[in-house]
């Protein structure tokens, strides 16, 4: 009788069959609709590391190493695996506390419990040998080889900046970076940080589910090697550098060498500085937070590039050049100076004593103040023009062909314009069209709004060296090799005076040393070319400045010198030029008693800046 | 009518057997073992035969299965049918002298330990059973639309079932209640097996919906069966006793998982239902499986290529969850290959059991193919990820089927 239930088998082949369909729609859908298990899969077992490449050295112009690498480890912490660590001896080593220890932990496993996070930066190696020993008694903490930037001499450490881990607002605009990766923050090292940085490289490795490597991923198919950094050939002269960091000891202010013919910076100093170990590696933080709370020296602050000083008497020879250019002086015309020169209000702009009426070359050498406001004046009051304003318009322009008041473009980031004040300021001070050449007569004698950065009164002495052109002021020479020129920094910038108008200022400067404001800083064996300044201060005593070339014929340094609040120009700014000029220029410096004097003189106030050991700048009194 | 079978008798029994079933078998074993290798597969340490390895414990099985196949055919087939009894017996016996000397393995005490192998008697006592239930059906006052057989049927059913879950092996348990398909094939009204299907879905339905609009679609279907009825005091009174007894099962399911299940076993439903997502925990097997499979793709990464089952992310794969290998190295076009063999594999017991003119050998033979059946269907329905590895109680199983099968000509 069972034979009538034959047909059963259709229904129970018809189930069977219907369950292996469910399945197979299944499957259908996990393995080729969606792709989502496909990633999960990779995140299961591919680790990306990075490759990071070494940085590009950075080499002075004398082939002599300045930046370089010294292998630094991350200690990096795979939560997951940590078991029962020997914590006492590794928060020893790392000088934290045992809640230190469980808080970093925490964080790492907040971030993920199985990808390695860094539980300490950048661990050098000196240390790294001492941790070395400890690693294999601490199950999920491995190091990983990253650098950390040297220097061989410590100074100019603003120009050189630091480099530090990319921020998440870097990260999210360049897709190069990624969370742990370096980049120049300041300096060279952020104006040359593609050049720098190199190529990363990626290795796809195996991990099965303990984290144990299982190798390259496809034989390393997938991988891309990394590649190292471009050196950079600066133009820094280290020996020069080291010796005009040395001349600033203990004063605030800065020098700025350049080769007129190239434009290239010999030497770049900002006081107080600091020694740029300091920034790098894990004490970085603790570091940078100390000189940041020298609110007194500003330490990071880059005076060189940053500071915007009034050029004082320096820019009398801006008058001398456009007061010809724009054809209202000769170099004969003489003007008197009965000890200054009146304002017509019953002020003067006061002049010291000196024989008079004075040429041109005179009045440079003596550095009249009656002659330049008088230059000034003509300038300004120049009938050519229908009003000041437009007259004022031609004496900016032609300031700001001498690179004032813009930025120069140099290769070393942070650089400022400087002021030369446009004519809606003066509109907008003393109402429109209510000021004459006799209300702006300071910008004469180079005082009052107008600001130029150090880098750029050496530009000028540059451009007087060459009669009336340079190249923009940069730090580095040649890129990768020492014959592949910076093609960046090619192109001669002319000013708007014509050369010849150069030769009777060139005179004047060289008379500032032999018989003018700077007799005490001339050098008998090298022929200088200088002109002192003293740029009025409203917050203090004056600031010393000093800008000179030499030698005369066929110049190798041009120079910018400023002392904040050292008074007059001759005083301090002049010698340590000359001083410098000597240097580069002889190696050696006879003037033993000189420069001792500026080493040893103190100009803030008796204190001491010391720079010791990582410490970060101290002030004793 | 006699004549041909004689003939064929003649030949001797290299003629007679299904060799269709036997090379679905052997490939399914293969498959097996290629999978066993790539899943422990260590680039450093690939010896094709070691015994200190899964996939070389997995060659010697096949030749000692081999063996044990053909001494399998060699047995009278009438044998089986004559000692049915002796058989289940001996097996119940194992059942329950396991349930004190055994060895536990992940939580279940059903083991015996003999040398590197652990053998599992309620795997045999599968066989017994479908051999027992096979020898019962096939008496001749046997009729199983009579309660008191029924009664009897279900006893040589559930009597081994509770032995098994008395050792802590609910999933083996289960795994019995599939032979009322043999109980359908031989005449059992289809609402019971009806039933096995639905009771599972309403449960599942009791913890994924609102009981209340669930008892309000239960009494909507129960009005609809009352409006299209004869609608005699009996049939509704059996729709109404059907209706309580759904909603008395809807509110104790949800009764018992919520507040008789401990923590953890509560976790491992709301996780396979899908409520809980917990990919470290009760989800984590499931979830990584899924992953494997699922990055296999149309095509697969190849033969030894996968990542996920090689390096351990999917636990246990060398043996439960082998399938994710083939998922993930074989891709989409392996693993369906795999299902239809199956799939074929189920079909040709089944209508080659339909062939039998013994009673005995067609209920055995579908008691094989449920069993089997359902080993595959749950096993990667719960997961996607669970093939059964085919071992040694399952050689025997299909090959005292292949056996009978070999004799079906002769006069029973």
């Known amino acids: 009788m069972e034979r009538i239930y034959a047909d059963r088998k259709y229904i129970i082949i018809g189930f069977f069959l219907l369950i292996g369909l469910i399945f197979l729609v299944r499957l259908f859908y996990v393995q080729i609709l969606v792709d989502k298990y496909i990633l999960s899969a990779n995140n299961n077992v591919l680790r990306y590391i990075t490759q990071y490449p070494a940085r590009g050295l950075i080499f002075d112009r004398n082939d002599k190493l300045l930046v370089y690498n010294e292998a630094a480890y991350d200690l990096m912490v795979v939560p997951r695996q940590v078991r029962n660590p020997d914590t006492s001896a590794l928060c020893e080593f790392l000088g934290i506390t045992t809640a230190d220890f469980n808080l970093r932990l925490e964080k790492a496993r907040a971030f993920s419990s199985f990808r390695p996070s860094i539980f300490e930066a950048q661990i050098t190696r000196e240390s790294y040998g001492f941790l070395e020993e400890k690693l294999f008694r601490l199950p999920g903490f491995y190091v990983q080889p990253r650098t950390l930037r040297k220097y061989t001499y410590p100074v100019a450490a603003h120009t050189f900046g630091y480099i530090g881990e990319a921020n998440p607002d870097l990260i999210a605009k360049n897709p190069y970076y990624r969370s742990g990766d370096y980049v120049g923050i300041n300096g060279i090292e952020k104006s040359y940080e593609e050049t720098l940085r190199g190529r990363k490289g990626m290795k796809i490795h195996v991990y099965d589910v303990l984290n144990r490597d299982k190798g390259s991923f496809r034989e390393g198919k997938y991988d891309t090697s990394s590649m190292a950094g471009t050196n950079l050939y600066s133009s820094l002269d280290a020996e020069l550098q080291e010796y005009g960091e040395l001349l600033m000891t203990n004063k605030k202010g800065s020098i700025v060498a350049i080769e007129p013919q190239t434009g290239e910076i010999l030497a770049i100093v900002s006081s107080p500085s600091y020694d740029p170990n300091l920034l790098a590696g894990n004490i970085r933080k603790k570091n940078y937070a100390l000189l940041l709370a020298d609110t007194v020296f500003v330490p990071l602050f880059n005076r060189a590039l940053m500071a915007q000083y009034p050029p004082g008497s320096t820019f009398k020879l801006v008058d001398a050049l456009i ?275 500026m080493i040893n003189g103190n100009l803030i106030n008796g204190k001491t800046i010391i720079s010791e050991g990582g410490q970060g700048h101290i002030l004793q009194d | ?317 060398s043996t439960d969850f082998i399938f994710c290998t083939i998922g993930e190295e074989w891709g989409f076009v392996g693993s369906a290959i795999l299902i239809l063999l199956y799939l074929t594999l189920f079909i040709r017991i089944i209508l080659n059991a339909e062939r039998q003119r013994s009673r005995f050998s067609r209920y055995y033979g579908y008691g094989v193919a449920s069993i089997l059946f359902f080993h595959f269907a749950i096993n990667i329905g719960m997961t996607l990820g669970l093939v059964p590895v085919i071992g040694w109680a399952y050689t025997i199983l299909l090959f005292i089927f292949i056996r009978q099968d070999s004799s079906r000509y002769e006069l029973v």
Not at chain 1, 329 to 358: E, M, W
Not at chain 1, 537 to 544: A, E, I, T, Y
């Open chain 2, 1 to 317: 009518m006699v004549k041909p079978s004689s003939v064929r008798e003649d030949k001797g029994i290299f003629y007679k057997i299904d060799w269709v079933l036997v090379t679905l078998y052997l490939a399914l074993v293969f498959i097996g073992w290629l999978n066993i290798y790539a899943a422990v597969y260590d680039e450093n340490y690939n010896h094709i035969i070691d015994l200190s390895q899964k996939y070389g414990k997995q060659m010697l099985f096949i030749i000692a299965a081999s063996l044990l196949a053909m001494g399998i055919l060699i047995i009278d087939p009438k044998f089986f049918s004559q000692f049915t009894w002796f058989i289940y017996g001996f097996f119940l016996f194992m059942l329950i002298i396991v349930i004190f000397s055994g060895r536990e393995v992940s939580g279940s005490k059903g083991w015996f330990g003999i040398g590197g192998f652990g053998i599992q008697p309620a795997e045999f006592a599968k066989m017994a059973t479908a051999l027992a239930l096979a020898k019962y059906l096939s008496t001749l006052d046997v009729n199983i639309s009579r309660f008191r057989d029924q009664m009897i049927a279900t006893s040589i059913i559930l009597v081994p079932a509770v032995v098994v879950i008395l050792q802590h092996d609910t999933g083996s348990a289960i795994v019995f209640l599939t032979l009322v398909i043999v109980l359908y094939r031989a005449g059992l009204h289809g609402y019971i097996p009806l039933a096995f299907i639905l009771l599972p879905l309403l449960g599942v339905l009791s913890l994924l919906m609102n009981k209340l609009i669930l008892s309000g679609i239960l009494l909507v279907i129960a009005t609809g069966f009352w409006f299209f009825s004869n609608r005699r005091v009996r049939t509704v009174m059996v729709i109404a006793l059907l209706f309580l007894g759904s909603l008395a099962f809807v509110f104790s399911v949800d009764f018992s998982v919520n507040r008789i299940l401990e923590v953890h076993q509560q976790n491992r439903i709301h996780v396979l239902l899908g409520q809980t997502i917990d990919l470290k925990g009760a989800g984590y097997n499931v979830n990584q499986s899924l992953i494997a499979i699922g990055s296999g793709g149309a095509f697969g990464k190849g033969f030894l290529q996968g990542t996920q089952t090689k390096y351990n992310f999917v636990p246990e794969q």
């Open chain 1, 323 to 597: 007061g010809q250019q724009e054809g209202v002086i000769t170099p004969d015309t003489r003007y008197p100076c009965g000890g200054g020169f009146s304002l017509g209000n019953g002020k003067q702009v006061a002049c010291h004593p000196h024989p008079s009426p004075l040429d041109l070359i005179g009045a440079i050498q003596i550095s009249c103040n009656a002659y330049f406001c008088r230059v000034f004046r003509a300038i300004i009051d120049n009938k050519k023009f229908l009003n000041t304003r437009l007259s004022y318009e031609n004496w900016r322009k032609l300031v700001m062909s001498f690179g004032f008041g813009r930025k120069l473009g140099i290769d070393i980031s942070g650089e400022l314009t400087g002021n030369i004040p446009t004519p809606n300021y003066y509109d907008k001070y003393h109402g429109k069209n209510r000021w004459r050449s006799m209300t702006i007569i300071s910008l004469g004698i180079g005082q009052g709004e107008i600001g130029i950065t150090p880098i750029q009164l050496a530009n000028l002495a540059a451009l007087i060296a060459n009669k009336g052109w340079f190249y923009t002021p940069h730090i580095v020479h040649a890129i990768g090799r020492k014959d592949s020129l910076n093609t960046e920094y090619s192109e001669k910038h002319h000013t708007l005076v014509d050369p010849r108008y150069f030769d009777v200022v060139i005179e004047g400067m060289a008379n500032v040393m032999t018989a003018g404001t700077a007799t005490g800083a001339k050098l008998d064996s090298v022929t200088i070319c200088g002109k002192t300044g003293t740029a009025q201060n409203p917050h203090g005593k004056n600031h010393s400045v000093f800008i000179a070339f030499a030698p005369r014929e066929n110049p190798k340094i041009a120079i910018s010198v400023v002392c904040e609040n050292a008074g007059f120009g001759s005083t301090w700014a002049a010698p340590i030029a000359s001083l410098m000029i000597e240097k580069y220029l002889k190696r050696e410096i006879k003037r033993k008693e000189i420069e001792e004097r």
